[in-house]
């Protein structure tokens, strides 16, 4: 993490120390629900989140190293690698460095920082990409790292049939796993965590092991208002990927409350409950979600402790990225839409 990337505020809106106490029990809790483990995927950077420390003034760029390095003791660990990635040796960093490279020095730099050995799962393997794959995974067995291969389904999520057939989720390597909590994390969007955590559990099923799923989120902030400048923030922040903020209307359907979430986290939502309703039974836990919101864990919007700060750090950070998509763009990089949708987030605050 660079140290250009954090932002210095002489007044906190947010408390990072009860933030971290407060998130590491809700996971604890979450972890009870289930007789065998939690699945948790870790959406968001893994180790430094800056973007964070930049709109929450208060809150550690590190949270989530301390929360869980707290966990050491009783959780593993796995990274997930898009397999079309691989062959396409896509670049992650404004450096030139190899996707292959990339990868490695992200696992080793968990694995230094948690002191938790990750487990590799080579996810969206097909023929064309199917040799290089195997020679990636005999790279991590040289490294002394276990790794397993997962296939591309036809169909996958809609076809559930498929999915869970000998061509679908059977046709995978399981990654054998011991501990209460498995922190699922990824190289790069669609590396497959949400597939690989389902798949892991379905396994675990039919074993008769009684294992779940959950989020770990961060932004939005579900229950601030869907125009909070905190929230608005994350869609500047994602203005390239296209992700949007939207109401769970699951949630208030069931609870009669407004809450914020995101677009994939919605479409997540809706796969997790149609594959959960054909594999799992009723008394898995991973059955009484009702909604997105009930799927993700995050406590962020009750350490806020002062509503202005946040606010007017927040429009300081749709400022900084609109100049930073304005600057990369005027290198004749990307794309111009992303300014467009700055545009409209600035007339939504």
Known sequence: MKTSDLTSYNKAGFDGDKYIEMQKNAILDRISKFKHRLYLEIWGKFLYDPHASRVLPGFFADSKKQIFSSFKDKAEIIFCINARDLKNNRQLSSEDIDYVDYCLNMISDIEKEVWIKPKISINRVSDENKDISLNFKNKLLENWYISALRYEI????????????????????????????????????????????????????????????????????????????????????????????????????????????????????????????????????????????????????????????????????????????????TRGDWDMIWLERCDKIKERL
């Open 154 to 329: 036809i169909g996958y999520p809609s076809n559930t049939k498929n999915v869970l057939s000998s061509s679908g989720y059977w046709n995978d390597e399981y990654i054998k796993v011991e501990k209460d909590l498995v922190l699922v994390t990824w190289a790069a969007s669609s590396s497959g965590k949400m597939s690989t955590c389902l798949w892991q559990i379905y396994h675990e099923q039919k074993v008769w092991q009684d294992s779940g799923y959950a989020k770990y989120e961060t932004f939005p902030i579900w229950n601030l208002p869907l125009n909070h400048p905190v929230n608005l923030a994350y869609e500047a922040a994602t203005a390239d990927i296209w992700d949007y903020n939207t109401m769970d209307m699951y949630h208030e359907k069931a609870y009669s409350m407004k809450s914020v979430n995101y677009n994939r986290d919605v479409e997540a939502f809706e796969i997790v409950s149609k594959l959960a309703q054909d594999f799992l039974p009723e008394t898995n836990y991973t059955r009484s979600y009702k909604s997105p919101t009930d799927m993700g864990i995050n406590k962020a919007g009750f350490c806020i402790i002062n509503d202005e700060i946040v606010k007017q750090a927040s429009i300081s950070e749709i400022d900084r990225r609109y100049n930073w998509y304005k600057e990369i763009i």
